[in-house]
Each structure stands twice: as structure tokens, then as C-alpha cells.
T-cell receptor
Framework: EAAVTQSPRSKVAVTGGKVTLSCHQTNNHDYMYWYRQDTGHGLRLIHY???????EKGDIPDGYKASRPSQENFSLILELASLSQTAVYFC????????????FGHGTKLSVL | SQWGEENLQALSIQEGEDVTMNCSYKTYTTVVHWYRQDSGRGPALIILIRSNEREKRSGRLRATLDTSSQSSSLSITAAQCEDTAVYFC??????????FGSGTRLLVSP
């Protein structure tokens, strides 16, 4: 079974601080994604990547940066965390862009105070 | 608003009933994904249906796809309590983006 590991599992951050969420996959997948999920809502796409050293903006990229230093690793960076960024963040990987299943991590619960 | 930004829809049924969830999308796609999300976990794929399939079954699950109307449905036959979860559809929008619909929170009671 394909594996996507996110760290940390939960984090409390202060407003204005820097937060880095990490994602590691052992699936040998080219495509990786970051989504956020607010309570009672669906998943919204923040950033994605289809090759190492390159990232693309999703539907809600403002306030977030992404980094893909290798095929296996994909990070989401909040340079200046804000209260509105409190959410659960999911990383996913896939072999075929939108044409194949996504494998998700367990999520990172971020609380910004 | 963006597709999928709305609140989750809620459906409550009794065990043994059949249920259908619908998904309408606005962009061209040849594949619709259906995911299930259990509380506290990431979504997991339950059915992926391609444009040349129109219908796909997996156990008590049945997905349909109508590319002409840009809609898909997921049906559960004889729902069980363990089917309680949130269900999402998702589509690839080209350029490797994969976006999710708003989702349905299904509660199956004994």
C-alpha cells in the first residue's frame, strides 16, 4: 500500500510565526498536493507539484508557499501564520495527475492562536 | 465561490436503505474520483470511474458518470452503519490539478 507521511500530526502556532508542514511519500509518485480542510467543509487545493524543484498554485495559494526539493518530499510553508489558517492540512500523492487515485496522509491539525 | 467551498451536505438514513449522492462539475474531465473520509483520517478512494465506463460497481457501491451533463453519482445499496462517513467526488481539471466537490456527510443509523 502506498504511503504518505505527514509531520507533525498537530501543531499550535502563534500569529505571525512561521510554520512548516512536511510530507514524505514512498510511492515513487511524480504528483503531490496540499489541501486544507476547514471544519464542516470540503478540501481546497493550495499548491501542487508534478516534478521536483517545481510547484504550482492551486485555488487558494495566498499566504502559503510550497517547496518540492525531491520527488519524495513536499513542504507547505506559512511565512506569517494567521488565525484564518487554522485548519487540517492534507498532503496527497498520485502517479497520474488527475487520472489516478490520490493517496492521502493522515493530516496535520494546525491551530493558530 | 469555488467548487467544493460550500458546507458539507448532510444525509441521514436507516440501516438497510439505499442512498444516492450526486456530483456536478463544471470542467471537462475524463475521470471522476469518489473518496470516503472517516473521522480524523485522510480521504481514501472508493471508486474511480472513467468516461468510457459510464457505470462502475464495487461491492454495494455503484458509481455512474455522464460526461454530457458533467455529472456523476455514487449509490450505496443496503447501507450499513459502517458506511457512516463523509463522501467526496473529485475531478482532474487539466494541468494536473485535482479538485474536490463539497461532499456529503452520511449518517446511517441502526
Amino acid at each position: 500500500e502506498a504511503a504518505v507521511t505527514q509531520s507533525p500530526r498537530s501543531k499550535v502556532a502563534v500569529t505571525g510565526g512561521k510554520v512548516t508542514l512536511s510530507c514524505h511519500q514512498t510511492n515513487n509518485h511524480d504528483y503531490m498536493y496540499w489541501y486544507r480542510q476547514d471544519t464542516g467543509h470540503g478540501l481546497r487545493l493550495i499548491h501542487y507539484s508534478y516534478v521536483a524543484d517545481s510547484t504550482e498554485k492551486g485555488d487558494i495559494p495566498d499566504g502559503y508557499k510550497a517547496s518540492r526539493p525531491s520527488q519524495e518530499n513536499f513542504s507547505l510553508i506559512l511565512e506569517l501564520a494567521s488565525l484564518s489558517q487554522t485548519a487540517v492540512y492534507f498532503c496527497a500523492s498520485t502517479s497520474g495527475g488527475g487520472n489516478e487515485r490520490l493517496f492521502f496522509g493522515h493530516g496535520t491539525k494546525l491551530s493558530v492562536l | 465561490s469555488q467548487w467544493g467551498e460550500e458546507n458539507l451536505q448532510a444525509l441521514s438514513i436507516q440501516e438497510g436503505e439505499d442512498v444516492t449522492m450526486n456530483c456536478s462539475y463544471k470542467t471537462y474531465t475524463t475521470v471522476v474520483h469518489w473518496y470516503r473520509q472517516d473521522s480524523g483520517r485522510g480521504p481514501a478512494l472508493i471508486i474511480l470511474i472513467r468516461s468510457n465506463e459510464r457505470e462502475k460497481r464495487s461491492g454495494r457501491l455503484r458509481a455512474t458518470l455522464d460526461t454530457s451533463s458533467q455529472s456523476s453519482s455514487l449509490s450505496i445499496t443496503a447501507a450499513q452503519c459502517e458506511d457512516t462517513a463523509v463522501y467526496f467526488c473529485a475531478v482532474g481539471t487539466g494541468g494536473y490539478k485535482v479538485v474536490f466537490g463539497s461532499g456529503t456527510r452520511l449518517l446511517v443509523s441502526p
